[in-house]
């Protein structure tokens, strides 16, 4: 049963009023390309309007004329992945352990009660999926993301994988309530895998029920969409539903358990394999099988790798290695903590994903966890980098089995160069905070400088930052910080404050060809005046838990 929530949708599109003439031959051809171009990832068979023009005036018109208008032509396929990965022998739906397949076909399970969508990314539908916003007002489109119905012609598909989670073997992990119900093909020749979570049990769900409910699921679309307007490589969130299903949970492992609603999200990403993909086949010595998954990996993600060469494994490792250095070091520019970094939450192609407990620290705080649960600060936002080169380590140890003595060496010499290719990364990213140009020593200690005050001080992170990006040089020297930067005037008592503002003017004047107008300028581009704050979230979680999704 489903049912359309009066939502608010921000910056509709104008919609052109085509003649009904045009929208025939637009869904004739749509149907001639499904028959006679059959491919292996779904599309939006749309024919493309006035190709031949390239002028502004004609833009909005092609755009529109890609878009799909509702889900009758819009395919998924899952052959991509089972054409060549193999697929769990057994049928059946209940829990257990899995061998020497990658993916075990499992169907979602709809929710007994009504659904409701309640939240929608208009830039993931319109640009990734070439669907039109008002897609989302159709049953069938409720249909498909809360796990009612499967597009024809697809497969539904749950991942095998395991991990280490918190330092420790967990053996078999897998998607225990997440179901990739197919790989689309937009315009752009992209392809992305569709995947739910939270709708229903699978293989792979242990001790589960397989569901997400309503709190975690709003925290996931609001931060995947938050971290990608940041900058950070990260899944996105299309859409949110919300169900009268009753889920049970004990949010704070004390004991105390509640009711809660069931809810799922349509999330996307290029790829959903993670360095927990690649483990569990070594674990279980499934060697050939591991070396196909892995070519699959290059040929579909790494383009740079050659898979016809003998090194790619070694090549394919320092990639990763370079892009998950990036990714940390772009989490701390903006004080994100992910808090449960485990080697199965950890994505291949070095992007955010699985977002649990996360949190943005607020007040400048290394020892700062979101997670109630990691009792020992494991995953502790000081402690990121180092779990990178831990969960580096453990892949390294799944692809050794694959390598030659040689490709060890190599290997083990590129995880050794991780710590450099972080700390110059988290160097570039603050110096740019800070409006740096150019390579002067002395960079990184300005950089530690004015951490140490902020930690003193608990000065928030975001707003220290974004208020150097708007207050002058004059201000500054004088050590006139007005009210209204308060984040500065609260570093401005500490002793040692006016010694960090003589040594950051200072550098700022070997900044070549600059003005305190250009560099507040560019300081404003990489300092962002929000972030997803806990209180934030918070509140948009509780304003859904009262069926007021105005904030979602």
């Known amino acids: 049963m489903t049912q359309r929530s009066g939502f608010p949708f921000c910056c509709l599109t104008r919609r052109l009023q085509i003649p009904q003439l045009l929208l025939l031959c637009v869904t004739c051809h749509a149907l001639f390309c499904s028959l006679v171009q059959p491919g292996l990832e779904g599309s939006a068979n749309l024919m493309h309007l006035l190709s031949n023009k390239s002028n502004q005036e004609q833009g909005y018109c092609e755009t529109q004329a890609r878009l799909a208008s509702s889900l009758d032509f819009w395919t998924l396929s899952s052959e991509n992945l089972i054409a060549v990965l193999p697929v769990d022998p057994v049928k059946e739906n209940y829990v257990r352990k899995v061998k020497n397949c990658i993916f075990s076909i499992a169907f979602p399970t709809p929710f007994k009660s009504r659904v409701r969508l309640v939240a929608v990314s208009k830039e993931v539908l319109e640009d990734i999926l070439d669907l039109d916003l008002s897609v989302s007002e159709t049953d069938a489109f409720i249909q498909l993301v809360s796990g009612e119905k499967i597009v024809f012609g697809s497969i539904p598909l749950t991942h095998r994988y395991g991990g280490h989670q918190f330092g420790i073997w967990a053996d078999q992990l897998g998607d225990g309530r997440a179901h990739l119900i197919g790989i689309y093909r937009n315009r752009q ?153 485990n080697t199965d939450n950890f994505s291949l192609l070095s992007i955010t994903i699985d977002y649990g407990p996360f949190g943005f620290m607020e007040a400048y705080n290394p020892d700062f966890v979101p997670n109630t649960s990691d009792d020992e600060r494991r995953y502790k936002i000081g402690n990121q980098a180092n779990i990178g080169m831990f969960n580096l380590n453990k892949l390294l140890q799944a692809l050794n089995p694959l390598l030659d003595r040689g490709q060890k060496h190599l290997a083990a010499q590129i995880l050794e160069g991780y710590p450099v290719l972080y700390y110059t990364r988290f160097t570039e990213l603050f110096k740019a905070k800070l409006g740096l140009l150019g390579e002067r020593k002395g960079d990184g200690d300005l950089i530690a400088f004015l951490l140490h005050l902020m930690e003193k001080t608990e000065a928030d992170f975001t707003m220290t930052f974004r208020q150097l990006s708007e207050i002058t040089q004059s201000q500054l020297q004088e050590l006139n910080i007005p009210q209204q930067f308060w984040a500065l005037k609260m570093i401005s008592k500490h002793q040692l404050f006016p010694a960090w503002v003589s040594q950051y003017l200072l550098r700022l004047k070997s900044n070549m060809n600059d003005s305190d107008s250009e560099r507040r300028k560019r300081m404003t581009t990489v300092n962002p005046r929000y972030v997803l704050k806990n209180w934030m979230a918070e509140s948009a979680v509780q304003k859904a838990e009262r069926n007021d999704f105005s904030e979602c």
Not at 259 to 283: M, T, Y
Not at 287 to 300: G, H, K, M, V
């Open 189 to 341: 020749g992209e392809k992305w895998e569709l995947q739910l979570k939270g709708s229903g049990k699978t293989p792979y769900s242990r001790n589960g029920d397989g569901r997400a409910v309503l709190r975690s699921s709003v925290r996931e679309f609001l931060c995947s969409e938050a971290m990608h307007y940041l900058g950070i490589p990260t899944s996105r969130a299309a859409s949110l539903v919300v169900s009268d299903d009753e889920v049970w949970r004990d949010q704070f492992y004390n004991g105390n358990i509640v009711k809660e609603r069931g809810a799922v999200v349509l999330r996307v990403a290029k790829s959903w394999f993670r360095i927990g993909s690649l483990e569990i086949l070594a674990h279980y010595g499934e060697l050939d099988l591991l070396r196909s998954l892995l070519d699959f990996i290059i040929q579909e993600h790494f383009p740079s790798v050659n898979v016809q060469e003998p090194n790619r494994y070694v090549d394919f490792f320092s990639i990763v290695v370079s892009e998950t250095a990036q990714l940390i070091a772009l989490w701390m520019s903006v004080g994100f903590a992910h808090g449960v970094c």
